[in-house]
């Protein structure tokens, strides 16, 4: 079980700040993260920190507006594709893949994003998939694990409910 506080951005730069404390897989662990999007709504940079009771770690990721991502400075091929990343901790990333496509009822989008995966702390390439089953409904698939989960979205695209795994909870 973990707990997330975070906050969206949705006029001028579009940019998600957050905090997941709980467990990551099988480890303990605190995750700061910021994310923030170019006008396209495509992923334009990230800062995470993870620290566990042993460890503590960085990631500075940059995505030029040429495409190419670089990670603590060093340039990415593997992430040449990618236009999103998903911080394998949260749902709220989720959001920005499904802010940026715009899916119309029924329609199904694949693209790669920029994974990074818990506890390992290890920055991947993966598929995905989204299709919009309904108004507010997204069907999210791992091409790669075959996992899936739907997700309920509200009016602006913000993740409300992540399969039984995750729901939000607001003070409204």
């Given at each position: 079980m973990s707990l997330e506080y975070c906050t969206f951005q949705l006029t001028g730069e579009t940019?998600?700040?957050?905090?997941?404390?709980?467990?990551?897989?099988?480890?303990?662990?605190?995750?700061?993260?910021?994310?923030?999007?170019?006008q396209d709504g495509s992923?334009?940079?990230?800062?995470?920190?993870?620290?566990?009771?042993?460890?503590?770690?960085e990631l500075e990721l940059q995505r030029e507006t040429n495409g190419i991502w670089k990670v603590r400075g060093e340039q990415r091929a593997d992430l040449a594709n990618c236009l999103d990343v998903d911080i394998g901790v949260t749902p709220s990333t989720n959001a920005m893949a499904i802010?940026?496509?715009?899916?119309?009822l029924g329609e199904s989008?694949?693209?790669?994003?920029?994974w990074l995966r818990f506890p390992?702390?290890?920055?991947?390439?993966?598929?995905?998939?989204?299709?919009?089953?309904g108004d507010n409904t997204y069907l999210y698939e791992s091409l790669e694990s075959g996992y899936k989960a739907e997700l309920t979205v509200d009016d602006d695209g913000i993740v409300q409910t992540y399969g039984s795994e995750w729901e939000i909870v607001t003070d409204s």
């Amino acid at each position: 079980m973990s707990l997330e506080y975070c906050t969206f951005q949705l006029t001028g730069e579009t940019k998600v700040c957050g905090q997941v404390i709980g467990d990551m897989s099988g480890t303990l662990g605190r995750v700061n993260y910021e994310v923030r999007c170019a006008q396209d709504g495509s992923t334009q940079g990230v800062a995470v920190q993870f620290s566990t009771l042993r460890t503590e770690s960085e990631l500075e990721l940059q995505r030029e507006t040429n495409g190419i991502w670089k990670v603590r400075g060093e340039q990415r091929a593997d992430l040449a594709n990618c236009l999103d990343v998903d911080i394998g901790v949260t749902p709220s990333t989720n959001a920005m893949a499904i802010r940026r496509l715009r899916l119309q009822l029924g329609e199904s989008r694949a693209l790669t994003v920029a994974w990074l995966r818990f506890p390992e702390f290890k920055l991947t390439a993966m598929r995905q998939r989204y299709t919009r089953i309904g108004d507010n409904t997204y069907l999210y698939e791992s091409l790669e694990s075959g996992y899936k989960a739907e997700l309920t979205v509200d009016d602006d695209g913000i993740v409300q409910t992540y399969g039984s795994e995750w729901e939000i909870v607001t003070d409204s």
